[in-house]
């Protein structure tokens, strides 16, 4: 591997990531009012976008084998009940990934 | 402006761990595939994107084509079109800051702009989207290059602290679904997204996921009026 390919390399994925992250700032943020849809969509969005993020962390679960989803599927459990109990964010994740790590590095 | 700048720390609280880590770790394996700590350095500081980060190592070290890295990139990176339409609003009269807030908008610090913000009044709001996008960004950094320096000495066993991400996740889905009473949207974006895992599986799931969550909601109409 040379020095500049990795460079170059380095670069294009560094434009076409910030590329992707100004591509809506840009075509809709002209003097022009956004369209009523795309207004709509950034209304509704980030709740269908967080339910996203939460398949996309557990994409790599796997039901053949018990230690391929039990671990995510308690800690997930202890995440969401401790936040509904006590509300704090800070300590369901801190707990939920305690719990991960417990499981997964001594029970299974 | 000291109570923003401590609200936006202890909301970053989760972000640290988990970029701390996941940084580490991306430094760890670069170092281990024999890059120097300024390309390290770099890639977090500019491309400041997780997964895709991982991605481009595998991509470099086997000398993938420009255009099979630009590809790459647009698959693994194309959420973040979401992000910036769902900002559009919070972001426009941002200022100056504004180019730095929208390179800024990963996965993470998304989840933590996107949704009700923390007991602050709204003179700070453009503060703490400042301080929160900055912290984050650093920590990312940070992890990085300690990972990158400090690797081999490290023998702390951390497997499953990674978990801290998707934890962050659950809270702020548990968050939003409380703060609202229309529920389709995350139960459409849920649903969409695992029936795509099943049928296309984990590696090109995402992007089907996305149009159709889009398709979806475009043609959901019956609550759209309460939620701006």
Same mark, same amino acid.
Request: hydrophobic share 50%; net charge positive.
């Given at each position: 591997?040379?020095?500049?390919? $990795?460079?170059?390399?380095?670069? @294009?994925?560094?434009?076409?990531? %910030? %590329?992707?992250?100004?591509?809506?700032?840009?075509?809709?943020?002209?003097?022009?009012?956004?369209?009523?849809? $795309?207004?709509?969509? /950034?209304?509704?969005?980030?709740? @269908?976008?967080?339910?996203?993020?939460?398949?996309? *962390?557990?994409?790599?679960?796997?039901?053949?084998?018990?230690?391929?989803?039990?671990?995510?599927?308690?800690? *997930?459990?202890?995440?969401?009940?401790?936040?509904?109990?006590?509300?704090?964010?800070?300590?369901?994740?801190?707990?939920?990934?305690? *719990?991960?790590?417990?499981?997964?590095?001594?029970?299974? | 402006?000291?109570?923003?700048?401590?609200?936006?720390?202890?909301?970053?609280?989760?972000?640290?761990?988990?970029? +701390?880590?996941?940084?580490?770790?991306?430094?760890?394996?670069?170092?281990?595939? /024999?890059?120097? $700590?300024?390309?390290?350095?770099?890639?977090?500081?500019?491309?400041?994107?997780?997964?895709?980060?991982?991605? %481009?190592?595998?991509?470099?070290?086997?000398?993938?084509?420009? $255009?099979?890295?630009?590809?790459?990139?647009?698959?693994?990176?194309?959420?973040?079109?979401?992000?910036?339409?769902?900002?559009?609003?919070?972001?426009?009269?941002?200022? #100056? @800051?504004?180019?730095?807030?929208?390179?800024?908008?990963?996965?993470?610090?998304?989840?933590?702009?996107?949704?009700?913000?923390?007991?602050?009044?709204?003179?700070?709001?453009? @503060?703490?989207?400042? +301080?929160?996008?900055?912290?984050?960004?650093?920590?990312?950094?940070?992890?990085?290059?300690?990972?990158?320096?400090?690797?081999?000495?490290?023998? &702390?066993?951390?497997?499953?602290?990674?978990?801290?991400?998707?934890?962050? &996740?659950?809270?702020?889905?548990?968050?939003?679904?409380?703060?609202?009473? #229309?529920? %389709?949207?995350?139960?459409?974006?849920?649903?969409?997204?695992?029936? *795509?895992?099943?049928?296309? /599986?984990?590696?090109?799931?995402?992007?089907?996921?996305?149009?159709?969550?889009?398709?979806?909601?475009?043609?959901?109409?019956?609550?759209?009026?309460?939620?701006?």
């Amino acid at each position: 591997m040379n020095e500049a390919y $990795i460079w170059l390399t380095v670069a @294009a994925i560094a434009l076409v990531t %910030a %590329a992707i992250r100004f591509l809506p700032f840009a075509v809709f943020n002209g003097g022009r009012k956004t369209p009523r849809l $795309i207004e709509k969509l /950034g209304g509704t969005l980030p709740y @269908a976008i967080m339910g996203m993020l939460v398949v996309y *962390c557990l994409k790599d679960m796997r039901f053949t084998a018990i230690e391929g989803f039990l671990p995510q599927l308690i800690s *997930c459990a202890v995440v969401g009940i401790l936040y509904l109990w006590r509300r704090n964010k800070l300590l369901s994740i801190v707990t939920g990934t305690v *719990c991960y790590m417990l499981l997964v590095q001594l029970v299974f | 402006m000291k109570r923003t700048l401590k609200t936006a720390f202890l909301a970053t609280l989760p972000v640290m761990t988990g970029y +701390l880590v996941l940084g580490f770790g991306f430094g760890i394996i670069m170092r281990s595939e /024999g890059f120097g $700590i300024p390309i390290t350095f770099v890639m977090s500081l500019a491309i400041y994107a997780g997964s895709m980060q991982y991605v %481009a190592v595998g991509l470099m070290t086997g000398g993938a084509s420009l $255009i099979t890295t630009v590809l790459t990139t647009l698959m693994v990176n194309a959420r973040h079109l979401f992000y910036g339409i769902s900002m559009l609003d919070r972001y426009r009269d941002t200022g #100056k @800051a504004k180019p730095y807030l929208i390179f800024g908008l990963t996965d993470e610090t998304y989840s933590l702009v996107c949704g009700e913000l923390p007991d602050i009044d709204t003179v700070h709001t453009r @503060a703490y989207y400042i +301080l929160v996008t900055l912290f984050d960004h650093f920590y990312w950094v940070l992890g990085s290059v300690l990972g990158a320096v400090l690797g081999t000495l490290v023998s &702390f066993n951390s497997e499953g602290i990674d978990f801290a991400l998707t934890a962050l &996740f659950v809270t702020v889905f548990l968050d939003q679904w409380l703060n609202t009473k #229309k529920h %389709a949207p995350a139960i459409i974006g849920t649903i969409t997204s695992t029936a *795509c895992l099943l049928i296309f /599986g984990s590696d090109s799931f995402l992007i089907p996921s996305m149009l159709v969550i889009a398709l979806i909601l475009s043609l959901y109409r019956s609550e759209d009026k309460s939620n701006e």
